[in-house]
């Protein structure tokens, strides 16, 4: 689960986002982003999912990818530049995403859009110089 200050969760907030947020696509994920209202600058950004019946029709399948992206998302909290609201919606492809495709979208798409503060965290989501195990 992400964090709680990282968690979008206003349905006024997700409106604001499909009607005038910035929007950058992939092949699986499209990442929409707006600042914060003035006066949010030190707020941490806050993140939400839209997994569509278009992806599947199975709850247990979106639930699941559900909580893929957000645990992949959960390590990359920290580096996400702050004041922002972010909101990743499926498109009907994602299912057939491995793990390791997955995590690279979401970095791609947060590099593409500039929202990462750090770049010393890689496309697994890991500390690109933390020791493998």
Request: aromatic share 6%.
């Amino acid at each position: 689960m992400l964090p709680a200050p990282h968690r979008l969760r206003d349905r006024r907030a997700f409106q604001a986002l499909y009607q005038g947020g910035q929007r950058r696509s992939g092949a699986g994920l499209t990442l929409l982003f707006q600042p914060m209202p003035a006066g949010c600058e030190g707020i941490p950004s806050q993140v939400g999912l839209v997994i569509g019946r278009k992806v599947s029709k199975s709850a247990v399948k979106r639930n699941r990818l559900r909580r893929q992206l957000r645990e992949i998302l959960r390590p990359l909290c920290p580096n996400l530049k702050p004041g922002y609201r972010l909101l990743f919606i499926s498109k009907a492809n994602l299912l057939t995403y491995r793990w390791p495709e997955l995590r690279a979208e979401v970095h791609r798409l947060l590099q593409k859009a500039d929202l990462l503060v750090s770049t010393d965290v890689d496309s697994t989501g890991a500390d690109s110089d933390a020791k493998p195990s």
